[in-house]
């Protein structure tokens, strides 16, 4: 079973469309194989790649018939790409409870590799669940500055309107109380308002140094990062759960892999 804990083994993975069509048969016919139109549970090879052919009534099934995937109009390989892109970052729930929002800079020389990295810092904000227990589920994405006007949509795209948020003293926040009555700004004390994206923050640079040396492709590093995170604390696998749910044409993954398009 396919982990996705890693965008680059996925993409070496998937290379090519035959091992996407491996995939989904091993998904298919974990159980064994039966025959769609005789039950018969002998089969040999058939024309397609994958697909296999009924020793009695020759009826030769693909990987993809009867899936969500043998509807979809684009290549397989761009629907398994849809999948990881769905996984990263899905927001299957909005974040309730308590909740801390925090904007954070990466980049410039000290995150960057030596004597090359002389981007401009970008900047990032960042939204995690905390529980008794610590941070729960976190999210993050980069912004061009820390206006309303950024910080807004990611808001919406992740924070349930009843959560109990809290915010630095930044007056970006401000204007976002009219929708989010429970949020609650903290002047900074020396650093001290947030008790826990801070100790996030430091985690994640510690592992981008660790790993990527670079901030070139700093949103597809949050979302593995962030991807990471939230499997460990969710102990699911969303990705295989969604090529399983298409396999078995369950009509709930077609939205999910629209909405990522
Ligand atoms: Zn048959």
């Known amino acids: 079973m396919f982990t996705a804990n890693n965008i680059i083994e996925f993409s070496k993975q998937f290379s090519t469309q035959q091992a996407c069509y491996q995939y989904l048969a091993n998904c298919k016919w974990k159980n064994g194989y039966t025959c769609k ?22 009826y030769d099934e693909s990987p993809t018939a009867g899936t969500l995937f043998h509807k979809l109009k684009f290549p397989i390989q761009k629907a398994f790409y849809k999948a990881i892109k769905a996984m990263e970052q899905d927001p299957d729930c909005l974040l309730t409870g308590q909740v801390e929002v925090d904007e954070f800079r990466v980049g410039g020389s000290e995150e960057g590799r030596q004597g090359r990295s002389k981007g401009k810092k970008r900047e990032v ?40 948020i809290k915010t630095a003293g930044w007056p970006g926040y401000s204007p976002l109380k009219a929708s989010y009555p429970f949020s609650k700004q903290y002047p900074s004390k020396k650093g001290k308002s947030l008790q826990l994206t801070p100790r996030y923050i430091l985690m994640f640079k510690a592992w981008l140094r660790g790993i990527h040396h670079s901030v070139k492709h700093l949103q597809v590093y949050l979302c593995e990062y962030n991807y990471r995170f939230n499997m460990i604390k969710q102990k699911k696998v969303i990705f295989h759960d969604l090529i399983t749910k298409m396999v078995k044409a369950e009509p709930i993954a077609i939205p999910e892999l629209m909405r990522a398009a």
């Open 37 to 58: 139109k005789c039950d018969n549970t002998n089969y040999c090879k058939g024309q397609k790649p994958y697909s296999r052919r009924c020793t009695r009534c020759k």
């Open 125 to 164: 904000v960042l939204a995690i669940k905390t529980s008794d227990y610590g941070i729960h589920k976190a999210y993050a994405q980069v912004i061009n500055g820390a206006g309303t006007k950024e910080l807004r949509p990611f808001f919406e795209r992740y924070i349930a309107a009843q959560a109990c």
